[in-house]
């Protein structure tokens, strides 16, 4: 089963180096995350998701494939290519994994202009491991939302919310 993790900081850019650590960390095999998605709300109030993958151009590339197949056994490729890609963009528009998009633009709602937060769903994670590479985030952001047990969360909440220390 897997786990949401919503973390939210004062600065947009938080958000985009902690996906890019995560993304560096699931390669080394630390996490493995099914969903990762930052959410921004703009000083005009305008709220933006930034997913990791965009699936409209999967569609239309995996539609393109597949169209360019059944083309060929029709003698007409080009129009199979065609034909497979808008097909396959419109499925992958229509296709929402992962986390739910409306509940993260509801929850955005609420943020003030210029904040971020990171959506993550993860299916697997070594946590202590995972702490030790991240702790440039020590204190800079604050838990949201989880789904993780209480010891859990309260361990992340330590983490992600601790006091910075300052040197004397």
Not at 25 to 40: C, G, S
Not at 85 to 110: P, Q, R, V, W
Not at 151 to 157: G, P, Y
């Amino acid at each position: 089963m897997s786990s949401l993790i919503v973390i939210s900081f004062p600065e947009q850019q938080l958000a985009f180096e902690m996906r890019a650590a995560l993304t560096k960390l699931q390669k080394e095999y630390l996490i493995e995350m099914e969903d990762v998605v930052i959410v921004t709300k703009d000083d005009q109030g305008k709220v933006s998701l930034h997913q990791a993958m965009n699936l409209t151009a999967m569609g239309a590339v995996g539609g393109s494939f597949w169209g360019m197949l059944i083309g060929m056994l029709f003698l007409n490729p080009l129009l199979g290519a065609a034909l497979g890609a808008g097909a396959g963009a419109i499925s992958g528009a229509l296709t929402d994994m992962g986390i739910d998009d409306k509940f993260m633009k509801e929850l955005a709602e609420n943020f003030k202009p210029g904040c971020a937060a990171i959506f993550i769903l993860v299916k697997k994670a070594t946590p202590d491991k995972l702490m030790e590479k991240l702790t440039s985030f020590k204190g800079r952001g604050k838990i949201l939302q989880t789904s993780l047990t209480r010891d859990e969360e309260q361990s992340l909440r330590a983490f992600i919310e601790a006091q910075p220390i300052v040197a004397p």
